[in-house]
């Protein structure tokens, strides 16, 4: 049994995703008060980032905006507990409360969410402009032209062909 190809749109769908993730959950935790990562922090974020969006591609369930919810909430609370993990802490008198960490990620999903929904909406209705204007275009290239008929006349080419064969032939002694 084979697997069906990823359409086009669920490509675009998990490259966004995975984008999403890993920039937001970064956003979001600098807006949150957290340093930006370095060294193997970033690797596993990309990890991260690449696993939310090869989800969103190979699923067809992340078409729906839930799904697609419940994966950039996953992906922003592993983003979050691998940059928490990047050993610097929340703490100090500069140091904003949790509820504004926690309010950055969820705006972060949510913006999230809404980004790549947009962009599925939108790729699919400029796919199918395309389409339709590609088969348009197609229909009337592919039309044949008005084509004049042969002016070529069977009975006056015959005549030429039978004025231009010549009757003569070897000489009547030659052939004894």
């Known amino acids: 049994m084979s697997v069906p190809a990823a359409a086009p749109v669920d ?7 995975g984008l999403l993730t890993a920039a937001l959950a970064m956003a979001a935790h600098g807006a949150g008060g957290g340093a930006l990562p370095s060294g193997a ?5 990309v990890v991260v980032a690449i696993t939310a ?6 699923t067809v369930r992340a ?7 419940g994966l950039l909430a996953a992906g922003q609370l592993l983003g979050h507990v691998l940059l928490s993990a990047a050993g610097h802490h929340h703490t100090g008198p500069a140091a904003p409360p949790a509820a504004a960490m926690f309010a950055a990620h969820l705006v972060a999903i949510v913006a999230g969410a809404a980004l790549i929904g947009a962009g599925d909406r939108l790729w699919r209705a400029v796919s199918r402009t395309v389409r339709t204007i590609v088969r348009v275009a197609y ?14 006349q069977p009975l006056r ?14 000489p009547v002694s030659f052939a004894r």
């Open 11 to 17: 490509r675009v769908r998990g490259v966004a995703t």
């Open 41 to 45: 922090v970033a690797a596993l974020l």
């Open 53 to 58: 969006g090869a989800l969103a591609a190979s």
């Open 63 to 69: 078409r729906s905006p839930r799904y697609l919810m």
């Open 139 to 152: 229909a009337v290239v592919a039309r044949p032209a008005a084509t004049a008929h042969s002016a070529d």
């Open 157 to 170: 080419s015959a005549l030429l062909l039978a004025a231009s064969v010549s009757h003569r032939g070897p």
